[in-house]
């Protein structure tokens, strides 16, 4: 009876050694060795300054991954089940401004007061003040966006937003991830003429969009290589790209303009992890990984993070808090009025926190 359980034990370790080895996968992994990471020193020291965050409308629904405010200090959000709500500045009035039946991520407010909305899964939306959902587009190139990330819009009208990837999903985030091919895009698209172009492709997870103060290029997050590339949109650089702030101690994810102190806010979705760092030169054993059930991959841990930029890409805030119980993973920060508003794919609120000095 021992024999016979120790030889079905070693048929099925060899199994699944087997399929760990052999079972096919969507992912094409290429080889990457990034920089050392800066870890969390200097600059990046823990603090706990986000252990303040007041968690407004607690309980709405999990994901508002990023937020918008009006000019009067009016909340909007998108949820993981496809609405958008509309709050009141204190949080304490919610209505649903309108179902997306898609899943509603980065958003900006036009000058007419319609939402624009990068919706993971039906493309680039406005939403009118009266209600109307409009697809604006759902391809560049003849290629479908595979996940409609984030959005901002320039003074001349002009829409950016990202495809995070081309290549994979909303719920594919971390195939892209595990893969490092650059399937991501920064987008462009026109009011006026209706059009879609491609402003800057071969991006690695493409994520957070902000257009800059004077206008003259985009910031644009690459989750996947820890970096913020900027792309000229006018002057003697045009349409030439370069990197803005490199090597980040982790994850960014959404990216905004505070218009009132030209600070760049840069929301981190978690700090780097050792593991994930060691295996990307390594093609093969990162499909080994993903076969691997999810609840063994490698996972963020729940630090709240965010930085501050400014014009010249130096960190000049470093917003934390590491507790177990942190308003994390933050997704997004968005200033206004001396408050920031943070957006989290995972929580079930939207955050507020004083503005530092």
Known sequence: MGKRWLRGLLLALCAFAAYLLFWPVSVNPEAWSPSPAPGLT???????????TVWLAKGIALGPEATAVDAEGTIYTGLRDGRILRLSPDGQQVETLVNTGGRPLGMAIDAKGNVITADGLRGLLSISPQRKIDVLAQ???????GFADDVDIAADGKIYFTDASWRYGLHQ?????????PNGRLLEYDPETKRVSLALGGLYF??????SADQSFVLVCET???????YWRSGAKKGLTDIFIDNLPGFPDNITLSRE?????????????????????HPGLRKIVDRLPTLLQPSPVRHAFALGLNSQGEVVYSLQDPSPRSFAPITSVREHRGMLYLGSLERDAVGRVAAPP
Do not use: K, T
Not at 44 to 51: D, E, K, T, V
Not at 224 to 230: C, G, K, Q
């Open 42 to 52: 200097g600059v990046y020291q823990p603090n706990a300054y986000l252990a303040h």
């Open 139 to 145: 391809q560049q190139g003849g290629v479908p966006f």
């Open 173 to 181: 985030y971390r195939e892209d991830i595990l893969e490092h091919r």
């Open 206 to 211: 493409a994520n957070g969009v902000a257009v």
């Open 224 to 230: 996947a290589s820890y970096r913020v590339r900027r």
């Open 261 to 281: 102190r030209g600070i760049y806010w840069l929301a981190l979705f978690a700090p780097r992890s050792q593991v994930v760092d060691a295996i990307m030169p």
